[in-house]
């Protein structure tokens, strides 16, 4: 078992920043690969960024690449996403997410086994 728990989320510019955090405890977080994923108003859960767990390698979706930083911190189970250059599309609930397989295994899905509680960015023009 993995319980995700996320940081606070909040109101921003566009152009602005913000970083999301989310904590990690049970399994060995070292071991999981981790990700983030969103989900705007009437629309389905999309994949924001993933990074495997052993040497961190990231991926992106294409509409957050050179805006957004996935990382990690293994001594402290967290891991970060930093958002800069936030556009008013990025206005969505956002969630943490693990799962024991490798990051290859998951990132062309929303199967992932565990979830965070959501946190909602909203991005104003």
């Known amino acids: 078992q993995v319980l995700l728990v996320q940081s606070v989320g909040g109101l921003v510019q566009a152009g602005g920043s913000l970083r999301l955090s989310c904590a990690a405890s049970?399994?060995?977080?070292?071991?999981?690969?981790m990700g983030w994923f969103r989900q705007a108003p009437g629309k389905e859960r999309e994949f924001v960024a993933a990074?495997?767990?052993?040497?961190?390698?990231?991926y992106y979706a294409d509409s957050v690449k050179g805006r957004f930083t996935i990382s990690r911190d293994n001594a402290k189970n967290t891991v970060y996403l930093q958002m800069s250059s936030l556009k008013p599309e990025d206005t969505a609930v956002y969630y943490c997410?693990?799962?024991?397989?490798?990051?290859?295994?998951?990132?062309?899905?929303?199967?992932?086994?565990?979830w965070g509680q959501g946190t909602q960015v909203a991005v104003s023009s």
């Open positions: 997410s693990a799962d024991p397989s490798p990051v290859l295994n998951v990132i062309n899905g929303i199967d992932w086994d565990y």
């Open positions: 049970g399994r060995a977080f070292s071991m999981v690969t």
């Open positions: 990074i495997s767990c052993s040497i961190g390698i990231t």
